[in-house]
C-alpha cells in the first residue's frame, strides 16, 4: 500500500472528475502537514474532549444540523468484530422487506461502512450498491467547496480548516443520505463509539453492539470494561440498545452505561431459529459459524426498526455466561469451543468468557422470521468476508479478520469448508492448503498467528499489501498513515515467528514483497487470505472483481 506523501489540497478546480475527488480527499490523511494543522489548533486537555464539538462544527459547515440527521432512520451499530457484516445483513433485510409495515412507505436504504476494500465509494452504499463515481464526485464536491468557502473563518477561529479523512467522509454520507432522502440508513463506527465521529447523531432509531474484544487498546484501553463503555458511548437516551452475548466484564460495562444514560431498554438479540430437518437452521448468505451472533443481531435491529415487539426472558444471574449462551446462537452440530478460547494458549480470555453474569440481562426469545428476513439473511453478500472466489485450479477463500477471535473464526470457517463431506468437498480436502497473510499496526504477531498455527499448510506466504510491482495501490487505497517497509521487516518477522511456533520447514514459508506474487507462488490448491482487510482489498484487485 502507498505511503508516499500525499497531494497537497489547493484552490478550486475545474477538475470536477472522482479521480480528482480522490486526490482531494487523500490530501486529508493524517499525515505532517495535518498534524501541523492539528498542533496549532490545539486545546489543552484530553482530545477527546474536543472530538465530537469538532464534528459537529464540520456537519454545521457542510450546511446541515446534526438534528437533520433524525429523519434518516438512523441504525447506529458499533463493535470490534461483525459491526460490518451485521450492518449488511440489516440493509439486505430492510430491502427485502421492501417498505414500512405501519405506514406502507417503501424503505429507501443507506450503508456507511469502514474501511473500503478497492474503492472509497463503497463505503456508501444506497439500497444496497456504493455510489457510481460520477455521483460520488458531484457529492463530494457539494461538500468540499462548502468547508473550503468557511475555512478561512474557522482557521481564524483557531479552529481545524478541515475535516481528517474519516471525518471527511462521514461528513459525505449524511450530506448523500439527506439528499437522496434513505430512511433505513445503518451507520458503522470507526473505532469506539463514544468519541467517533458518527457519533453525532442525536435521536436513532436503535443502537446495536456487536462482539467484543480487543483491539485499539491504546485509544480504547486495554480491558473489557473500558472498551465496552467506550462502545456503549453510541447508546441514546430513550432509545433501544440491542446486542449479543458478551463476556461479563464487557456485559457489564453495557448494562451500567444503559442505565447511566437512560438507554430504553439493553436486549440480547434471540438466537436465530433452528429447524429439525435441516441442521443448518436458517441459510446465511455470509458463512462462518460466528455470522449466526452478527445475523442474530441483525435481525434485534430489523425487528426494532420494524416495530415487531419480541417475548423476552431475564437471564438468570450467577448461573450463565458467555460461554454458556453463545451454544444457543450457532448451528445444531457445531462444536463451540471452535470459537471460544483455548484455555491453554489464550488462559486469560478463557477466564473472561466463562465468568458468569452477576447482573440481570434480558433476552429475547426466538420465534419464526417473516418470510422476507429469511430470505434476505440469505441473499446478503458482503466483499471480503466469508468470500470464495475460483480461479482456475486455485480457489480463494478471504475473510478480512484483524482480531484473535477473527482469526479463529476465520480459520475454523475455513476448514469447515473444505471440510470431506462427500464428492467435490472431498476432493477438495485432499488438495493442498495454503495461507497468505499479513496484519498492520503492531500487533503481537505471534498472538494473532496462533490461531492459523494448529493447521497443515503446504505453504505459508507473508506479504505486503501492495496488489504488484507493475501498478501501486491507486488513490482510491493509497495510504498515507502506514510506514513504507522497503525491507519488509515485519513481514520477516512473522515469519520467523512462525517457524519458531510451528517448526515448518523453512523453505515452505515465504515472504514477498506484493500480492501478486503471493498469488503466483499458488499453482493449485485451496488459499486462505486472511488478516488486514487492506491484503483482501489487494487481492480482490489482483484477481479482477468488480467493485459493483
Not at 491484503?535 to 468488480?546: T, Y
Amino acid at each position: 500500500m502507498s505511503s508516499s506523501s500525499p497531494p497537497t489540497s489547493g484552490s478550486r478546480s475545474d477538475d470536477r472528475s472522482y479521480a480528482a475527488a480522490v486526490t482531494l480527499l487523500n490530501t486529508l490523511q493524517t499525515n505532517a502537514a495535518t498534524l501541523d494543522q492539528v498542533r496549532k489548533a490545539y486545546k489543552p486537555g484530553d482530545p477527546n474532549r474536543y472530538a465530537l464539538p469538532e464534528m459537529i462544527d464540520f456537519v454545521h459547515r457542510t450546511g446541515h444540523q446534526c438534528d437533520d440527521l433524525n429523519r434518516l432512520g438512523l441504525i447506529h451499530i458499533t463493535g470490534t468484530k461483525g459491526k460490518g457484516s451485521t450492518g449488511a445483513f440489516v440493509e439486505r433485510m430492510l430491502r427485502s422487506v421492501g417498505e414500512f409495515p405501519a405506514t406502507g412507505q417503501r424503505i429507501k436504504t443507506g450503508l456507511y461502512t469502514s474501511p473500503h476494500l478497492m474503492e472509497v465509494r463503497e463505503r456508501i452504499r444506497v439500497d444496497g450498491k456504493p455510489l457510481d463515481r460520477d455521483l460520488f464526485a458531484k457529492y463530494f464536491f457539494e461538500v468540499w467547496d462548502r468547508l473550503s468557502a468557511t475555512e478561512a473563518e474557522a482557521v481564524k477561529q483557531g479552529q481545524l480548516a478541515k475535516p481528517n479523512y474519516f471525518r471527511f467522509l462521514t461528513c459525505l454520507a449524511f450530506h448523500v443520505f439527506l439528499r437522496e432522502n434513505t430512511n433505513a440508513t445503518i451507520l458503522e463506527v470507526g473505532i469506539g463509539g463514544m468519541y467517533d465521529s458518527t457519533n453525532v447523531i442525536t435521536r436513532p432509531v436503535v443502537t446495536g453492539i456487536a462482539s467484543l474484544g480487543y483491539d485499539h487498546v491504546s485509544i480504547l484501553g486495554n480491558t473489557l470494561a473500558q472498551i465496552g463503555r467506550q462502545k456503549a458511548g453510541i447508546m441514546k437516551r430513550g432509545v433501544p440498545c440491542v446486542t449479543i452475548p458478551q463476556p461479563a466484564e464487557g456485559m457489564q460495562a453495557l448494562v451500567e452505561y444503559a442505565a447511566e444514560i437512560g438507554a430504553k431498554e439493553l436486549t440480547l438479540a434471540a438466537p436465530l431459529p433452528q429447524s429439525d430437518e435441516d441442521e443448518q437452521g436458517i441459510e446465511l448468505g455470509l458463512k462462518g459459524a460466528h455470522q449466526r451472533l452478527n445475523a442474530a443481531l441483525a435481525v434485534g435491529l430489523v425487528h426494532e426498526v420494524l416495530g415487531v415487539r419480541v417475548d423476552a426472558r431475564t437471564v438468570a444471574e450467577a448461573t450463565e455466561s458467555f460461554a454458556s449462551l453463545v451454544p444457543k446462537y450457532l448451528a445444531q452440530g457445531t462444536n463451540p469451543h471452535l470459537l471460544l478460547a483455548d484455555p491453554v494458549a489464550d488462559t486469560k480470555t478463557h477466564a473472561e468468557e466463562s465468568a458468569p453474569y452477576t447482573f440481570p440481562v434480558t433476552q429475547r426469545l426466538t420465534g419464526p422470521l417473516a418470510p422476507a428476513l429469511v430470505e434476505g439473511l440469505a441473499t446478503t453478500t458482503w466483499p471480503g468476508r466469508a468470500q470464495t472466489i475460483t480461479r482456475g485450479p486455485v480457489t480463494f477463500f478471504a475473510d478480512g479478520a484483524h482480531t484473535v477471535e477473527s482469526l479463529r473464526a476465520c480459520a475454523h470457517w475455513f476448514t469447515s469448508t473444505i471440510k470431506p463431506a462427500g464428492g467435490q468437498q472431498k476432493q477438495q480436502q485432499q488438495q493442498q492448503q495454503h495461507l497468505i497473510f499479513n496484519l498492520t499496526h503492531a500487533r503481537d504477531p505471534r498472538a494473532m498467528l496462533r490461531p492459523l498455527a494448529g493447521y497443515s499448510w503446504a505453504s505459508v506466504t507473508f506479504t505486503s499489501n501492495e496488489p504488484g510491482i507493475g501498478g501501486s495501490r491507486g488513490g482510491d487505497t493509497a495510504n498515507y498513515n502506514e510506514h513504507k517497509d522497503d525491507e519488509l521487516k515485519a513481514q520477516r518477522a512473522m515469519r520467523d515467528a512462525w517457524v519458531d511456533m510451528t517448526g515448518m520447514h523453512a523453505e515452505k514459508v515465504h515472504v514477498v514483497r506484493t500480492v501478486s506474487e503471493a498469488v503466483e507462488g499458488v499453482a493449485e490448491g485451496n488459499v486462505l487470505v486472511t488478516g488486514s482487510l487492506y491484503l483482501v482489498g489487494a487481492l480482490l484487485e489482483v484477481l479482477g472483481v468488480s467493485v459493483d
